[in-house]
């Protein structure tokens, strides 16, 4: 892990330059972008292994940069930023970051944040595959598949709901409070019950376009739960 790549997508030299040394302090190689296009263009070429990704950049905002790197793949991204409103964080979220900081931030913070951000993302290595009917979910490989009549569908999740569809799916048929999917699938991150909504929303919707909508329930006042598509 500590010798992970960091792309630091930051507007403000002082702030990137904190940043990088402290991570560079703690064993990562660090590679910087003051503007969302460039930004881009060293996650297409570098491929790092976590983002740290400010807001309020010239040209591509944040939110267009996540989504972009979300539309390539699951690189882990945090987003840094002064703006501290819930329905920003939401944004975030529901595009697909995996934490949230707020300006001003503690660096150590940030790297204690992006060393577990990575442990999340980069420690499902040598876990067996998990089948829940016609699902078919590989911590390895980091992939979910849906058996259709059509064939295989592979859902296009990000790291959050990887996780979420992971850890419910290792115990079908359970009720997971909100509270239980924030503990072990966003110990970092705003422990909010909209943040969970969110992802779970969006994972719903994912299970719903592959042919599964009937897969994952909310139980009222409660939380949600995971069971086989009916009749699969």
Same mark, same amino acid.
């Given at each position: 892990?500590?010798?992970?790549?960091?792309?630091?997508? +930051?507007?403000?030299?002082?702030?990137? +330059?904190?940043?990088?040394?402290?991570?560079?302090?703690?064993?990562?190689?660090?590679?910087?972008?003051?503007?969302?296009? %460039?930004?881009?263009?060293?996650?297409?070429?570098?491929?790092?292994?976590?983002?740290?990704?400010?807001?309020?950049?010239?040209?591509?905002?944040?939110?267009? /940069? !996540?989504?972009?790197?979300?539309?390539?793949?699951? %690189?882990?991204?945090?987003?840094?930023?002064?703006?501290?409103?819930?329905?920003?964080?939401?944004?975030?979220?529901?595009?697909?970051?995996?934490?949230?900081?707020?300006?001003?931030?503690?660096?150590?913070?940030?790297? =204690? *944040?992006? *060393?577990?951000?990575?442990?999340?993302?980069?420690?499902?290595?040598?876990?067996?595959?998990?089948?829940?009917?016609?699902?078919?979910?590989?911590?390895?490989?980091?992939?979910?598949?849906?058996?259709?009549?059509?064939?295989?569908?592979?859902?296009?999740?990000?790291?959050?709901?990887?996780?979420?569809?992971? $850890?419910? =799916?290792?115990?079908?048929?359970?009720?997971?409070?909100?509270?239980? !999917?924030?503990?072990?699938?966003?110990?970092?991150? =705003?422990?909010?019950?909209?943040?969970?909504?969110? $992802?779970?929303?969006? !994972? *719903? *919707?994912?299970?719903?376009?592959?042919?599964?909508?009937?897969?994952?329930?909310? /139980?009222?006042?409660?939380?949600?739960?995971?069971?086989?598509? $009916?009749?699969?």
């Amino acid at each position: 892990m500590t010798d992970a790549l960091i792309l630091i997508v +930051e507007d403000e030299p002082e702030i990137a +330059e904190i940043l990088e040394g402290y991570f560079v302090r703690e064993g990562f190689r660090v590679i910087c972008a003051r503007d969302g296009t %460039t930004g881009l263009a060293h996650h297409q070429t570098l491929r790092p292994d976590l983002v740290v990704l400010d807001i309020k950049l010239p040209g591509k905002d944040g939110f267009e /940069v !996540l989504a972009a790197i979300r539309r390539r793949g699951e %690189t882990p991204v945090i987003m840094a930023t002064a703006l501290a409103e819930d329905l920003d964080k939401l944004q975030a979220l529901r595009i697909g970051a995996d934490d949230y900081v707020v300006k001003p931030f503690n660096p150590h913070e940030v790297v =204690a *944040r992006a *060393r577990a951000v990575l442990r999340r993302t980069m420690g499902q290595a040598g876990k067996s595959l998990v089948r829940v009917g016609s699902l078919t979910v590989d911590p390895e490989a980091r992939r979910a598949m849906l058996e259709c009549d059509g064939g295989a569908v592979s859902l296009d999740l990000t790291p959050t709901e990887f996780r979420i569809l992971s $850890h419910m =799916a290792r115990a079908p048929g359970r009720a997971f409070s909100r509270a239980d !999917l924030v503990d072990a699938c966003l110990p970092e991150g =705003a422990a909010l019950d909209r943040t969970v909504d969110s $992802h779970v929303s969006n !994972l *719903r *919707r994912k299970l719903a376009a592959a042919g599964a909508g009937d897969m994952l329930t909310g /139980v009222r006042g409660f939380g949600y739960r995971l069971d086989a598509p $009916h009749g699969r």
